[in-house]
């Protein structure tokens, strides 16, 4: 079955770190540029970052850039998210999102997601 | 970047047509053909409808279409179905590898 299973959501405090992981199935993960997109609670969808298919070009919304880094590991069909200095506003759901084309490049509209995983920064 | 702008909701009898906007700027909706349109059940993840301003994914119903005007792109789905009411989101590349979401409209069928 194609799917990506989000994990790594949970309570932490300002200022606290988290890793979510993303794990891919059923399709050619190493062909796909990856993508993290979140939503806050009865919000709307925020893109939060890119990393193309060799990892060799990632992008990061100016709200999380210098806090959040996003890696990939191919050969483990893992797609990741490390977040550090977190902010109550950092709070959302989380979701791993293919991009359209298997090209490995952007082009920036998701095709499939994950059913996300929630992380909530409060003290 | 700010978001790109949508009517907060948007309501239709079945069988009726409605169209949802969504405004942006010459620097994004108006700038760049990678519109980008999603649909989103209370609870689940969001699914692609329409892409590239008017293109359909495998499996989405034509009665889903997309187009674009300048600034403003629109969703029109017509011969609207309960299974229609949802919550839909429009994208954009914005530039400078970035993307951005518009505020998302909650479709109603009366």
């Known amino acids: 079955e194609v799917q990506l299973v989000e994990s790594g959501g949970g309570l932490v405090k300002p200022g606290g770190s988290l890793r979510l992981s993303c794990a891919a199935s059923?399709?050619?993960?190493?062909?796909?540029?990856m993508n993290w997109v979140r939503q806050a609670p009865g919000k709307g969808l925020e893109w939060v970052s890119s990393i193309i298919s060799s990892s060799s070009y990632i992008y990061y919304a100016d709200s999380v850039k210098g806090r959040f880094t996003i890696s990939r590991d191919n050969a483990k069909n893992s797609l990741y998210l490390q977040m550090n200095s977190l902010r109550a506003e950092d709070t959302a759901v989380y979701y791993c999102?293919?991009?359209?084309?298997?090209?490995?490049?952007?082009?920036?509209?998701?095709?499939?997601w994950g059913r996300g995983t929630l992380v909530t920064v409060s003290s | 970047q700010s978001a790109l702008t949508q009517p907060p909701s948007a309501s239709g009898s079945p069988g009726q047509s409605v169209t949802i906007s969504c405004t942006g700027t010459n620097n994004d909706v108006g700038g760049y053909n990678y519109v980008s349109w999603y649909q989103q059940h209370p609870g689940k993840a969001p699914k692609l409808m329409i892409y590239?301003?008017?293109k359909r994914p495998s499996g989405v119903p034509d009665r889903f279409s997309g187009s674009k005007s300048g600034n403003t792109a629109s969703l029109t789905v017509s011969g609207l179905q309960a299974e229609d009411e949802a919550d839909y989101y429009c994208?954009?590349?914005?530039?400078?590898?970035?993307?951005?979401f518009g505020g998302g409209t909650k479709l109603t069928v009366l």
């Open positions: 999102a293919r991009d359209y084309d298997s090209s490995g490049w952007n082009y920036w509209y998701f095709d499939l």
């Open positions: 590239e301003v008017n």
């Open positions: 059923g399709f050619t993960f190493s062909s796909y540029s």
């Open positions: 994208s954009s590349y914005a530039g400078s590898n970035n993307l951005v």
